[in-house]
């Protein structure tokens, strides 16, 4: 009778003992051919993307650290301390301004939120289509479109003088609100979009359990639902703030000069490289503390709801006074927000200079889009723009896979650095990736080749790519989350090697998040005008920065026209996206089959 | 046909405490349908995913026939792996599927189509060739899984719970189907399964594992008759596990005083290294431990503390001095009730010393 296995006892030899050499080459050929396997894949893999990640992230960072603490660095540093500086008001006015941005977008947000997901209205499905507009323009289109609109010049503080008959412009919004205005249009989505989610996951029954132990609807709220909503809403505040701090075009445009950006910009035009990187430095430290503690509190708490029941119903407005206040509502919400594009669109067909001190340009022409295509210096931004988004883009997806893969796939030390790096590059303002670079490649460097990058062609696509690969990083790495990894197994237990398993099944499936996230880094990249317009040269132009220098030499229609294309293309890839999103025909027939 | 052996293996995660699997020995032989039956996390998949390739040893040597595989990646092994979910490709379709292990090894056309179209009707789904993956159900795409698997002739079918996702009915079906193909085409086979009915119906050998290591290996009706360690008698099956006295030891079997003064002479595995006056754990199963009155002199004394009546057996729950042991009668004489004092009879055939 067999009890307990006991096989016979084998001598233990040494693998690498005894066969010798040829033994040693087939181990070796074993394991090339093997891949993923062998206990180094990992870091060839892991290797040159860290350090195409220290090259152009970390290392530039530094780099400007470096040549802030060169020369009379302390003094520069000290100015942030000392009483009355320019800089020290610089960054307590980024501060506020971010702050206020938080509080702004925050009521916009999360009362949108409340209102779009728990009660049903007419005009309802028509913002809920719009509502992310604003936020899809481009940020120096989407400033300058506010600017038209609500600035002492704009649209409607000069319509409602001519209305009212008064002598000023009525309602002008200038300097610091203007910049809240733009922050607050162009940022509650992070609030909204964050809310709805939670919103969406919560338990309605938790809600229903609290009037049923006899809450009144006051009492649900501030116990229930706002304590449930707190780790989104912390979330998003963060958001807020980090790209409020980043924010340039705004303060820009209507000239709000003491923000840390805006210093970056004015320093380094005025040709002080040590304090432009000085502010580039601390405002990258903020922004770098800003995103280590959201990973913190992000990993700290969340609330999801366990139970798998229905969703919340929304509740009829029944009351005939709150149906005529929803309907006005959703009307002028719907202006609104449509009221930045729609301005684009028409002021791109205004004739140059013609506009002045009417509420709306009177002359209207096509020639500003026949110019730009016919006239091939006109033409040119629009080539840079293509040519170094491509550039960026197709970088971008190489590396943001790979990274991607090697985050979420594979085992080896340092991980999570790499993981790290990526987002430090997301949390970096374009302000201060474009400083970076410049320290960083202003000389000869090996990550350059020895090459001096500043002022040539290749620093743009550089810089729009250490922007944009944490897009592309994101959505592969999404889309592998939701690919199980046996797959990739089946097909190495079938015999595929490493490279092929990868490439026919885990490329494969991971396609349409990988292109997702490539059409958004290269729509992104059409629209850069932060970074850009601290590193382009005269050659290399790009639209964004086209259209800031028409708007100084008030060729305000071809401006809008430049605008205009980019708003187009940034519509058809979000369509393109959203189809990708919803999934082709096969994701459709297969809900079908599982429905 | 090949065997596959396994030498002193261990598998130690980097980061995790002790060793995922620890010093395990096994030797399935060719053509055997062999079964790795354990509770989660007591090491059973990863000594399939390192048969398979996926995981190399910390130690030990790892077998196909002569060949040392040991440090092979899995694209070289030649095992064919049936996935827990299955894992098929969802942008192919079930041909194109079962073609995967084709096209690398460079068999197209003709060839190729014919056999997808064995592999198909093996698995009776000829004719699904052109679907797609999220058109079948559940145990379609498990036949498929498998289809993909032998159509490529591997030397080593892998499966990895195979059947967990399925529902019990389809299940039992499915499991008699594997059996069939497996027989049919003769193929060595390793099953990981947590669940003792499952491993029951289809071995040839079981090896029991808990905790990384391999605690008994044996046919179904060896570790059901013949446990090796208290564990094994309660998992599979269901066992009562008594610690009595020993009245004498001798080499292949024990006297033991039962609670109610009577003794039983019990065989016991060779090397059990019980001494007089030790306690041995004996192992009895339910369904062998008869019913009687309770003054009956050779009997244990009991009162039941619970009754279920399941139609095939009655099941009772008896405590006896503070012990309680669970009895499945098919017949009982009158209905028990909750508090009936009750004699248990334990034959000494039906019992057998365990190891703790």
Same mark, same amino acid.
């Given at each position: 009778?067999?009890?307990?296995?006991?096989?016979?006892?084998?001598?233990?030899?040494?693998?690498?003992?005894?066969?010798?050499?040829?033994?040693?080459?087939?181990?070796?050929?074993?394991?090339?051919?093997?891949?993923?396997?062998?206990?180094?894949?990992?870091?060839?893999?892991?290797?040159?993307?860290?350090?195409?990640?220290?090259?152009?992230?970390?290392?530039?960072?530094?780099?400007?650290?470096?040549?802030?603490?060169?020369?009379?660095?302390?003094?520069?540093?000290?100015?942030?301390?000392?009483?009355?500086?320019?800089?020290?008001?610089?960054?307590?006015?980024?501060?506020?301004?971010?702050?206020?941005?938080?509080?702004?977008?925050?009521?916009?947000?999360?009362?949108?939120?409340?209102?779009?997901?728990?009660?049903?209205?007419?005009?309802?499905?028509?913002?809920?289509?719009?509502?992310?507009?604003?936020?899809?323009?481009?940020?120096?289109?989407?400033?300058?479109?506010?600017?038209?609109?609500?600035?002492?010049?704009?649209?409607?503080?000069?319509?409602?003088?001519?209305?009212?008959?008064?002598?000023?412009?009525?309602?002008?919004?200038?300097?610091?609100?203007?910049?809240?205005?733009?922050?607050?249009?162009?940022?509650?989505?992070?609030?909204?979009?964050?809310?709805?989610?939670?919103?969406?996951?919560?338990?309605?029954?938790?809600?229903?359990?609290?009037?049923?132990?006899?809450?009144?609807?006051?009492?649900?709220?501030?116990?229930?639902?706002?304590?449930?909503?707190?780790?989104?809403?912390?979330?998003?505040?963060?958001?807020?703030?980090?790209?409020?701090?980043?924010?340039?075009?705004?303060?820009?445009?209507?000239?709000?000069?003491?923000?840390?950006?805006?210093?970056?910009?004015?320093?380094?035009?005025?040709?002080?490289?040590?304090?432009?990187?000085?502010?580039?430095?601390?405002?990258?430290?903020?922004?770098?503390?800003?995103?280590?503690?959201?990973?913190?509190?992000?990993?700290?708490?969340?609330?999801?709801?366990?139970?798998?029941?229905?969703?919340?119903?929304?509740?009829?407005?029944?009351?005939?006074?709150?149906?005529?206040?929803?309907?006005?509502?959703?009307?002028?919400?719907?202006?609104?927000?449509?009221?930045?594009?729609?301005?684009?669109?028409?002021?791109?067909?205004?004739?140059?200079?013609?506009?002045?001190?009417?509420?709306?340009?009177?002359?209207?022409?096509?020639?500003?889009?026949?110019?730009?295509?016919?006239?091939?210096?006109?033409?040119?931004?629009?080539?840079?723009?293509?040519?170094?988004?491509?550039?960026?883009?197709?970088?971008?997806?190489?590396?943001?896979?790979?990274?991607?893969?090697?985050?979420?796939?594979?085992?080896?030390?340092?991980?999570?650095?790499?993981?790290?790096?990526?987002?430090?590059?997301?949390?970096?303002?374009?302000?201060?990736?474009?400083?970076?670079?410049?320290?960083?490649?202003?000389?000869?460097?090996?990550?350059?080749?020895?090459?001096?990058?500043?002022?040539?062609?290749?620093?743009?696509?550089?810089?729009?790519?250490?922007?944009?690969?944490?897009?592309?990083?994101?959505?592969?790495?999404?889309?592998?989350?939701?690919?199980?990894?046996?797959?990739?197994?089946?097909?190495?237990?079938?015999?595929?090697?490493?490279?092929?398993?990868?490439?026919?099944?885990?490329?494969?499936?991971?396609?349409?998040?990988?292109?997702?996230?490539?059409?958004?880094?290269?729509?992104?990249?059409?629209?850069?005008?932060?970074?850009?317009?601290?590193?382009?040269?005269?050659?290399?132009?790009?639209?964004?920065?086209?259209?800031?220098?028409?708007?100084?030499?008030?060729?305000?229609?071809?401006?809008?026209?430049?605008?205009?294309?980019?708003?187009?293309?940034?519509?058809?890839?979000?369509?393109?996206?959203?189809?990708?999103?919803?999934?082709?025909?096969?994701?459709?027939?297969?809900?079908?089959?599982?429905? | 046909?090949?065997?596959?052996?396994?030498?002193?293996?261990?598998?130690?995660?980097?980061?995790?405490?002790?060793?995922?699997?620890?010093?395990?020995?096994?030797?399935?032989?060719?053509?055997?349908?062999?079964?790795?039956?354990?509770?989660?996390?007591?090491?059973?998949?990863?000594?399939?995913?390192?048969?398979?390739?996926?995981?190399?040893?910390?130690?030990?040597?790892?077998?196909?026939?002569?060949?040392?595989?040991?440090?092979?990646?899995?694209?070289?092994?030649?095992?064919?792996?049936?996935?827990?979910?299955?894992?098929?490709?969802?942008?192919?379709?079930?041909?194109?599927?079962?073609?995967?292990?084709?096209?690398?090894?460079?068999?197209?056309?003709?060839?190729?189509?014919?056999?997808?179209?064995?592999?198909?009707?093996?698995?009776?789904?000829?004719?699904?060739?052109?679907?797609?993956?999220?058109?079948?159900?559940?145990?379609?795409?498990?036949?498929?899984?498998?289809?993909?698997?032998?159509?490529?002739?591997?030397?080593?079918?892998?499966?990895?719970?195979?059947?967990?996702?399925?529902?019990?009915?389809?299940?039992?079906?499915?499991?008699?189907?594997?059996?069939?193909?497996?027989?049919?085409?003769?193929?060595?086979?390793?099953?990981?399964?947590?669940?003792?009915?499952?491993?029951?119906?289809?071995?040839?050998?079981?090896?029991?594992?808990?905790?990384?290591?391999?605690?008994?290996?044996?046919?179904?009706?060896?570790?059901?008759?013949?446990?090796?360690?208290?564990?094994?008698?309660?998992?599979?099956?269901?066992?009562?596990?008594?610690?009595? *006295?020993?009245?004498? &030891?001798?080499? #292949?079997?024990?006297?033991? $005083? =039962? %609670?109610?003064?009577?003794?039983?002479? /019990?065989?016991?595995?060779?090397?059990?290294?019980?001494?007089?006056?030790?306690?041995?754990?004996?192992?009895?199963?339910?369904?062998?431990?008869?019913?009687?009155?309770?003054?009956?002199?050779?009997?244990?004394?009991?009162?039941?503390?619970?009754?279920?009546?399941?139609?095939?057996?009655?099941?009772?729950?008896?405590?006896?001095?503070?012990?309680?042991?669970?009895?499945?009668?098919?017949?009982? *004489?009158?209905?028990? &009730?909750?508090? #009936?004092?009750?004699?248990? $009879? =334990? %034959?000494?055939?039906?019992?057998?010393? /365990?190891?703790?």
């Amino acid at each position: 009778m067999t009890v307990a296995t006991t096989a016979p006892p084998t001598p233990r030899t040494d693998p690498a003992a005894g066969t010798g050499r040829t033994g040693r080459a087939r181990r070796l050929a074993d394991r090339l051919r093997g891949g993923s396997d062998g206990g180094w894949f990992p870091y060839l893999l892991a290797l040159p993307l860290a350090l195409v990640l220290w090259g152009y992230v970390v290392q530039p960072m530094l780099a400007t650290f470096v040549e802030s603490a060169g020369g009379d660095g302390v003094d520069n540093y000290l100015a942030f301390l000392s009483g009355s500086g320019v800089a020290r008001s610089s960054l307590l006015t980024s501060l506020g301004i971010s702050a206020a941005s938080v509080l702004c977008c925050g009521v916009v947000g999360v009362g949108m939120a409340f209102l779009l997901k728990r009660f049903a209205f007419p005009g309802r499905r028509l913002i809920e289509a719009i509502i992310l507009v604003p936020a899809a323009l481009p940020p120096l289109i989407g400033a300058i479109s506010f600017q038209l609109l609500y600035s002492e010049t704009g649209i409607l503080p000069r319509g409602l003088q001519h209305l009212l008959g008064t002598d000023e412009p009525v309602l002008p919004f200038d300097g610091i609100a203007g910049v809240l205005v733009v922050h607050t249009f162009t940022m509650y989505p992070f609030f909204y979009l964050a809310a709805s989610a939670a919103l969406a996951g919560m338990d309605p029954s938790v809600e229903e359990a609290a009037y049923n132990l006899g809450a009144s609807r006051v009492r649900v709220w501030r116990t229930v639902l706002l304590p449930m909503l707190t780790p989104a809403l912390v979330s998003a505040s963060l958001l807020v703030f980090m790209t409020s701090l980043a924010s340039y075009t705004a303060p820009l445009l209507f000239g709000v000069d003491r923000t840390m950006t805006m210093q970056i910009y004015i320093n380094r035009t005025n040709g002080d490289l040590p304090m432009a990187s000085t502010y580039a430095s601390v405002l990258g430290v903020v922004s770098v503390l800003f995103l280590l503690g959201m990973r913190w509190y992000e990993g700290r708490r969340s609330y999801r709801s366990q139970s798998k029941g229905i969703s919340t119903h929304r509740r009829e407005i029944r009351n005939p006074v709150g149906r005529w206040l929803a309907l006005v509502g959703s009307v002028l919400a719907t202006v609104v927000l449509l009221a930045p594009v729609a301005t684009i669109a028409l002021v791109a067909f205004s004739v140059d200079g013609s506009w002045t001190t009417q509420v709306l340009p009177t002359d209207y022409t096509t020639q500003n889009f026949v110019r730009i295509f016919a006239d091939p210096r006109a033409f040119q931004p629009i080539l840079n723009s293509l040519r170094m988004s491509l550039l960026a883009t197709a970088a971008c997806v190489v590396v943001g896979v790979l990274v991607a893969y090697a985050v979420r796939r594979l085992t080896f030390v340092g991980r999570g650095l790499l993981d790290v790096a990526v987002m430090l590059a997301w949390a970096l303002p374009g302000t201060v990736v474009a400083i970076n670079l410049i320290a960083a490649f202003s000389t000869g460097s090996p990550f350059s080749l020895g090459q001096v990058l500043v002022g040539t062609f290749w620093i743009m696509p550089l810089a729009y790519f250490v922007r944009f690969l944490p897009l592309v990083f994101r959505s592969s790495s999404a889309a592998l989350a939701q690919l199980d990894p046996s797959l990739e197994e089946a097909a190495r237990n079938l015999g595929a090697s490493w490279l092929r398993a990868f490439v026919s099944i885990t490329l494969r499936l991971m396609f349409p998040g990988v292109l997702a996230g490539a059409l958004l880094a290269f729509v992104h990249g059409v629209g850069e005008f932060v970074a850009s317009v601290l590193i382009y040269t005269a050659s290399t132009a790009p639209i964004s920065v086209e259209i800031n220098n028409r708007m100084y030499s008030f060729e305000v229609g071809t401006a809008a026209a430049y605008g205009m294309l980019q708003v187009v293309l940034i519509f058809v890839v979000m369509v393109m996206s959203g189809r990708l999103e919803r999934g082709g025909p096969t994701a459709r027939e297969a809900t079908r089959w599982t429905n | 046909m090949i065997g596959v052996t396994l030498e002193s293996v261990s598998k130690r995660f980097p980061g995790a405490g002790g060793a995922a699997v620890d010093d395990v020995d096994l030797s399935i032989e060719a053509g055997e349908f062999f079964t790795l039956l354990g509770p989660s996390g007591c090491g059973k998949t990863t000594t399939l995913r390192m048969i398979a390739g996926f995981y190399f040893p910390s130690s030990g040597r790892i077998r196909f026939g002569d060949e040392d595989v040991t440090r092979k990646p899995p694209n070289r092994r030649d095992t064919g792996m049936v996935f827990q979910n299955y894992a098929l490709f969802p942008h192919l379709t079930v041909a194109q599927n079962v073609g995967y292990g084709l096209k690398i090894r460079k068999i197209r056309g003709a060839e190729a189509r014919r056999r997808i179209d064995e592999a198909l009707r093996q698995v009776h789904l000829d004719g699904y060739g052109d679907r797609r993956i999220d058109q079948l159900s559940g145990g379609q795409q498990q036949r498929v899984a498998l289809a993909r698997a032998l159509v490529i002739r591997p030397r080593t079918l892998l499966l990895d719970e195979p059947l967990s996702n399925l529902d019990a009915k389809l299940r039992e079906e499915t499991r008699t189907e594997i059996r069939r193909i497996q027989r049919e085409a003769g193929i060595t086979s390793i099953y990981v399964t947590h669940d003792q009915a499952e491993a029951m119906a289809m071995s040839d050998r079981i090896a029991v594992m808990e905790g990384g290591r391999v605690r008994q290996v044996g046919t179904p009706r060896e570790i059901y008759h013949r446990p090796a360690t208290a564990f094994v008698a309660r998992f599979i099956g269901r066992s009562n596990v008594l610690e009595l *006295p020993v009245l004498a &030891a001798r080499a #292949d079997s024990v006297d033991v $005083r =039962l %609670p109610g003064g009577a003794t039983r002479t /019990v065989a016991a595995p060779a090397e059990h290294g019980l001494t007089e006056s030790a306690r041995a754990l004996v192992s009895i199963r339910p369904e062998h431990i008869g019913l009687c009155g309770p003054e009956d002199p050779d009997a244990l004394p009991g009162r039941i503390t619970d009754v279920e009546f399941t139609g095939m057996t009655t099941n009772l729950t008896v405590d006896v001095s503070g012990q309680e042991l669970t009895v499945a009668a098919v017949d009982v *004489p009158d209905t028990p &009730a909750v508090g #009936d004092r009750i004699g248990l $009879r =334990l %034959p000494a055939a039906r019992m057998w010393v /365990v190891r703790p």
